[in-house]
């Protein structure tokens, strides 16, 4: 009997141990589940935030080159301009002459 009773005492620690190592493992499940819902929203979060860099950036970018275009042609009107006014000084040194 002596036998049987302890083979039950250790059947009955070892279901306890059982248990308390689910439950440790679940606490942890838990854990790391709530862990890891806070990191995925900082990610999404981070994500929105990136996506709007790169819509405002997009656009400033839009507006430069639209600038950019607008320089380029204001500065061959001015090469134009330059160049007719040297023609004309030119001409006008020739008639001094």
């Known amino acids: 009997m ?3 009773d ?4 250790l059947l ?5 141990l059982k248990k308390q190592e689910i439950s440790f493992f679940c606490f942890h499940k838990k854990c790391l589940s709530i862990q890891m819902t806070r990191l995925k929203n ?3 979060e981070d994500l929105i935030a990136a996506k709007k ?3 405002r950036l997009s656009e400033h970018n839009l507006r430069l080159n639209k600038e950019k275009e607008e320089l380029t042609k204001e ?10 006014t040297e023609r004309d ?6 008639v001094r002459m």
């Open 89 to 94: 000084n030119q001409t006008l040194n020739s």
């Open 12 to 16: 009955v620690h070892y279901d306890l």
């Open 42 to 44: 900082t990610l999404a």
């Open 53 to 55: 860099d790169v819509e």
């Open 2 to 4: 002596l036998v049987t």
């Open 75 to 84: 500065r061959g009107n001015l090469v134009v301009d330059l160049t007719g």
């Open 6 to 9: 302890e083979f039950d005492d």
